[in-house]
Antibody
């Protein structure tokens, strides 16, 4: 069965940087588009970024554009999120999520999440 | 940006009752809509994709309907494990989530 495991979260000061990783297993990672979704404490879900299977198409939410960079290494079955110029409002649990059936709407597998806390 | 508005914010029902959750889009999203269930401390779980298709392993008591701007998630007879927060999500234009509906035990 497909599995996604995030890592790299932690406490960082405002203006700092952090790199999140998501290790994929149990499926052909190179065939699927991937996403990052975050959830601030006690709040709802917010989509952050999307990357296609070949990295040819990338999208960002306006709230992170210019500060965050999504990437992937299909040889290592890994997804990444480089986060720069972090702000207090970036504090959240960050999930990686797999796009489901090609062309369909829905993320069918999610990781357990990694907590990022931005605070001085 | 397409805004998804879910109603009600909180729904209080008893086990065995029927639950009807609404999601309205600020512009048409065709059928590019999904529903998720999230329990405390857990990642979201995909229930419905493309507005009306149940995801793998989802019980038949969950159903989705609608197209364009108005969508509904129906749980035909609530089980104790169904009490959770439910989110809708569109991908017609980038990706956005609704603010969620909390389904609580009455």
């Amino acid at each position: 069965e497909a599995q996604l495991v995030e890592s790299g979260g932690g406490l960082v000061q405002p203006g700092g940087s952090l790199r999140l990783s998501c290790a994929a297993s149990g499926f052909t990672f190179s065939s699927y588009s991937m996403n990052w979704v975050r959830q601030a404490p006690g709040k709802g879900l917010e989509w952050v970024s999307y990357i296609s299977s070949s990295s040819s198409t990338i999208y960002y939410a306006d709230s992170v554009k210019g500060r965050f960079t999504i990437s992937r290494d299909n040889a290592k079955n890994s997804l990444y999120l480089q986060m720069n110029s972090l702000r207090d409002e970036d504090t959240a649990v960050y999930y990686c999520a797999r796009d489901g059936i090609v062309g369909a709407t829905g993320f069918d597998y999610w990781g357990q999440g990694t907590l990022v806390t931005v605070s001085s | 940006e397409i805004v998804l508005t879910q109603s009600p914010a909180t729904l209080s029902l008893s086990p065995g009752e029927r639950a009807t959750l609404s999601c309205r889009a600020s512009q048409s999203v065709s059928s590019y809509l999904a529903w998720y269930q999230q329990k405390p401390g857990q990642a979201p779980r995909l229930l419905i994709y493309d507005a009306s298709n149940r995801a793998t392993g989802i019980p038949a008591r969950f159903s989705g309907s609608g197209s364009g701007t108005d969508f509904t998630l129906t749980i035909s007879s609530l089980e104790p494990e169904d009490f959770a927060v439910y989110y809708c999500q569109q991908r017609s234009n980038l990706i956005t989530f609704g603010q969620g509906t909390r389904l609580e035990i009455k």
